[in-house]
């Protein structure tokens, strides 16, 4: 065998839960201890503008209290994921030094509140990321941009970044794989909330038909190409009398519905720091009917994948029928499985998945 | 996207010259001020004077053109702001279909050169109004 087969540590991302979130029905305590008391831990992944007030600026206090209930719930931080807010002021994008400051203040708040990971996203040039990478490592905060349809592994902007990195040779930088880029089909759960909005039969399997066209053709070469699908969910809504749906159909079956296949992640795979389990819904057969859950744990477990997965659970947009919780038990019992049947398993214990996550860490790339 | 939630139900009231009702946001991460493009109140199908509109969030009320440059002030996603403007409406018994549109930024979602995303969700529930 050439190496080790990977350990993947089980874990959930806050974002999940978002509905039962914003609805109060759990403040950020109440929503720790439902992940710990239920087992979708031990990994945590926390959303620093979702969860906490006033974010970037943490206090030592407000950090304490969250260090110490992560601790005596059993659970362990994975990512906290921050955001580039290049956008914040009305009248001009932010500069450069304002950029690398607003990140800095966001990588301090991920150190201090314990995560060994802050995600960021694609508006990060590989510019800013060289930048950031003496941050990130004076403060000990790897940073793993999100590869997030509609961009994919093998992406121009993406391999951009990757060459950056071998270029840089910082361990401090890396991806998170998001599962929303190698989807295999239009989630049904969508679907039905449509039918719920009154779309006809004839129009969902349209719509059906046109993504799994996409699919067929693979993901989009570039942003124009991307733009010409956009159009052609709105096209569809319109001929078919429902034009108050096109933007919803192109949001959802062009950014969220990536037809990547599940071996392009192996474009970077060495520098996977994190996954987020992007995932739409569960079935009848306890599957994941649009998300090849099995193939990509069976890839991440083939390549020694050591980190965390945060299972992301996206229906919540559009599925007000069915609560989150058992949705997300469901495919972590998926992703447990798939774990077995390639030979390996989930990591689930928190001291295990404290230690794999440092030394998974640590591995710098082609070190 | 929360678009259902963005009028708090049964937070309607009124002075007899000023209506204002509750909302949350319709997204799931805070954003500041200056993230927060616009809004449409209407009551009963008749909007509120535009330069009538305030937002009142954190104890602090602006005007729509104070909060271009509020980058302090953040919309959290479990708060209620208050939208409030010039609209007649009775504190009786009857019902009243209140209409909220917002307009928000989303400052990380770079979609051309100088140009971030930008969402237009609109709620609209029925509800009676409470004298203030």
């Excluded at chain 1, 807010?85 to 932010?94: A, F, P, Q, V």
């Amino acid at each position: 065998m050439n190496h080790a087969l990977g350990t993947p540590i089980q874990g959930v991302t806050l974002y999940s839960f978002t509905r039962a979130f914003h609805a109060r029905e759990y403040d950020l305590e109440g929503l720790i201890r439902k992940v710990a008391a239920e087992g979708y831990g031990p990994g945590l992944e926390v959303i620093g503008f979702s969860s906490f007030r006033g974010f970037p600026e943490i206090d030592d206090r407000f950090a304490g209290w969250f260090r110490d209930l992560v601790d005596e719930v059993g659970l362990v931080t994975t990512s906290l994921a921050v955001n580039a807010d290049i956008g914040i002021h009305r009248d001009r994008l932010l500069t450069q030094d304002e950029l690398i400051d607003y990140m800095r203040r966001q990588i301090v708040a991920a150190a201090k509140l314990g995560f060994p990971i802050a995600r960021v996203q694609i508006s990060l040039t590989p510019d800013s990321m060289e930048q950031l990478a003496p941050i990130a490592e004076e403060h000990g905060v790897t940073l793993a941009l999100e590869v997030h349809a509609d961009q994919y592994a093998s992406h121009p902007r993406i391999l951009a970044l990757r060459d950056r990195y071998e270029q840089v040779g910082s361990p401090f930088l890396g991806f998170t794989m998001d599962w929303g880029a190698t989807v295999s089909g239009f989630a049904p759960s969508l679907l039905e909330a449509y039918r719920r909005r009154g779309a006809s039969e004839e129009l969902l399997a349209k719509v059906v038909d046109l993504w799994n066209g996409f699919y067929e053709q693979g993901p989009p070469a570039d942003q124009a190409e991307h733009g010409q699908r956009f159009g052609a969910f709105i096209g569809l809504a319109a001929q078919n009398g429902r034009p108050d749906l096109g933007i919803d159909f192109g949001i959802n079956g062009t950014g969220l519905f990536g037809p990547a296949r599940v071996d392009d992640w192996l474009e970077i795979m060495p520098w996977i720091r994190h996954v987020h389990g992007k995932f739409f819904g569960i079935d009848e057969q306890g599957e994941e009917p649009s998300v090849p859950v099995r193939d990509l744990i069976a890839l991440l477990v083939d390549n020694g994948y050591n980190g965390a997965i945060s299972s992301e659970y996206e229906g919540w947009h559009w599925n007000h029928w069915q609560s989150p919780f058992d949705i997300i038990a469901g495919e972590q019992a998926v992703q447990r499985s798939a774990a077995e049947a390639a030979g390996s398993r989930m990591i689930t214990d928190a001291a295990e998945a404290r230690a794999i996550l440092d030394a998974h860490l640590r591995k710098a790339v082609r070190a | 996207m929360i678009p259902d939630r963005i009028i708090e139900p049964n937070t309607l009231t009124t002075d007899g010259r000023r209506a204002e009702v509750e909302v949350r946001i319709p997204w799931y991460r805070a954003l500041p001020g200056s993230c927060i493009a616009g809004a449409v109140l209407r009551i009963d199908g008749v909007p509120a004077a535009e330069d009538s509109l305030r937002w009142t969030m954190n104890g602090r009320t602006f005007r729509f053109d104070e909060l271009v440059d509020e980058t302090g002030e953040w919309w959290f996603p479990t708060d209620s702001a208050v939208l409030s403007g010039e609209v007649p409406v009775e504190a009786d018994d009857a019902e009243h279909q209140v209409d909220v549109d917002v307009k928000l930024y989303i400052p990380y979602i770079v979609i051309g050169e100088n140009e971030v995303l930008h969402i237009e969700e609109h709620d609209r529930k029925t509800m009676k109004a409470g004298q203030r």
